[in-house]
């Protein structure tokens, strides 16, 4: 394929892929939710637990309202795809500036200290349907 030459058609993907994309994203925002809750503290007030897990979880639902938004819109669509910057690097940029955001947070320390090593490598089993 050269610049300028027109690029593949998208395949048009059915229900059943739409269904299986939209788990795993759910599945790993409810990790990411339930990861929260288990990293507390022993000494922690449920109280306290609480406020994370749903701030968390708004968070989350923030975040995948936001990309989901601008998909919806068609932001990613169209346009001459050789223009540059791409306008995927918008959402590429996005998504890693947010996962490194994420990490560096209290969220992520909160992760980082609360949760075993196994915990942490085991919730990215979730690529292996990308895959």
Partial sequence: MTPGGPLPEMPDYGAAELAVFVA???W?????VVGVARAAPEQ???EQTRRWVVGTALGAGAWLAFWSGLAAAGVWRGGDPWAFPPRLLGYFSGSILGAVGLALSPVGARLARGLSWTALAGFQVFRLPLE
């Fill in 44 to 46: 922690e007030r449920p």
């Fill in 24 to 26: 795993v994203v759910a």
């Fill in 28 to 32: 790993v925002a409810v990790s990411a």
